[in-house]
Structure formats: C-alpha cells, structure tokens
C-alpha cells in the first residue's frame, strides 16, 4: 500500500478561483509527478519533480504551477481556474532505484470548475 | 514521438476464464516497462513490472510478456476474477530516462461476467 495522500478528493468551484491540490507522500521519495486524466482516458504528465527545488513541466502543457519546498509535500496551484481545467488530477512519486522505476499514486483529486 | 497505446478499448471476460490485455507501443530503445490497474474512484495502482532484457515475468495470476521485435506488451491475468475489473494501463519508460518519467496507453477496460 503507498502512502501518497491526495486532498481534497473532489472539488467544486467557481470560475476564476485559486485553488491548490494538496499532495504529500511518507516514502521519502525523491522524485514526484502531477498527471491530468479524463474520464477513461490515458494519463498526461503536466509537471515533476527531481527532488526539493527542482520543478519541471511535463509533456502536456499546463496553466497550473508547482512547487516543491520539502521532500514530501509537491502542491499544485491553479491561480484562476476555468471549465477546460475540469478534469482529475493524480499524483505520484518514485524512489531513486531507475532500475525499477514504480510510480505510485495517490487516489486523485477529481476538479469541476463551473 | 514515443507513444504507447493499447489495441482494444474494451474486454469482456466471463469469470474463471483467462484475460489478455495488449499494447502497442512505438519507442524501440524503451527499456522498462509497467501494467497498472486502475479501479473506479482511485489511482492507478503497480501490478507488475518487465525489464527490456526479459521477455517473460510472472507474478500472482499476472504474467505479462514482452515482444521486442514487433513491439508489444501483453498481460496475461488466470482464472479472472469480478475483483480484476478495472481499467488496465501500459506505461514504457524511453531509454534516456529523464528522471524516471513514464508514458501511459490509453488504457483497457476489462469487465468480468459472473
């Protein structure tokens, strides 16, 4: 069982608000990741993270932001959200064997912007 | 660019018999490779993982099989279980690494008829 928390689990809000998605994770893992799925859709990296102080954007292009000031803790803010960020955003993280590089994840976060 | 997809959107298996998920994928120099299942309302969740220097590797029920020359992962799953619904997703790490980032399919819903 990993032990990556998410928080909230859903979210309703409206348009033009800033919002941040918590995410923390107690396996002292050092590299860390922000996915954005659809329903019944692939998942689509949109940022991550090497360890403290490093933040990198992802293959899909994103108006969110991260930032990562402890090992632990990697949040993900959107300063005004819009209906087209509707979507769930997972997190992971991954320890620094590359040899097995299991991601796990938390349960999500699942974003409505009205 | 490097791409991972999956052949069948969709499987349905009766109960007890054997389930096969497939996927493509396009990145020859990828050397790593992994299968998550993911259930409704949670985060994927690590089901087994194969190195490129391997063609086989079984866990419990799971096996999943690596085909270099044509490019494709394949999960096996024994005796299917209504417990084993879920969507099913391939991820391939490329050979240059990146700091560990991975590539999803699009994912197969596996549903399982009692």
């Known amino acids: 069982e990993a032990d990556i928390y998410q928080t909230p689990r859903y979210l309703v809000i409206g348009t033009g608000k800033k919002i941040t998605l918590e995410c923390s994770q107690t396996?002292?893992?050092?590299?860390m990741y922000w996915y954005q799925q659809d329903p019944g859709m692939e998942l689509h990296l949109i940022h991550y993270s090497y360890g403290v102080n490093s933040t990198e954007k992802g293959d899909l292009s994103s108006e969110s932001t991260v930032s990562r000031i402890r090992t632990e803790h990697f949040p993900l803010t959107l300063e005004s959200a819009r209906p087209s960020h509707t979507s769930q955003y997972l997190c992971a993280s991954s320890g620094p064997n590359l040899a097995k590089n299991i991601q796990y994840f938390g349960a999500g976060t699942r974003l409505s912007v009205l | 660019g490097e791409s991972v997809g999956l052949h069948l959107p969709t499987l349905s298996v009766q109960e007890g018999d054997n389930s096969i998920i497939n996927c493509a994928y396009s990145n020859s120099a990828s050397d790593y490779f992994i299968w998550y299942k993911q259930e409704s309302g949670k985060g994927p969740q690590f089901i087994i993982d194969?190195?490129?220097?391997?063609d086989k590797r079984q866990g419990q029920r799971v096996t999943v099989l690596l085909n270099k020359t044509v490019k494709h992962l394949s999960l096996q799953i024994a005796a299917t279980q209504p417990g084993d619904s879920a969507v099913y997703f391939c991820a391939e790490r490329g050979i240059n690494n990146q700091g560990g980032k991975l590539i999803f399919g699009q994912g197969t819903e596996l549903s399982v008829k009692p």
């Open positions: 396996m002292g893992h050092d590299k």
């Open positions: 194969i190195r490129s220097n391997m």
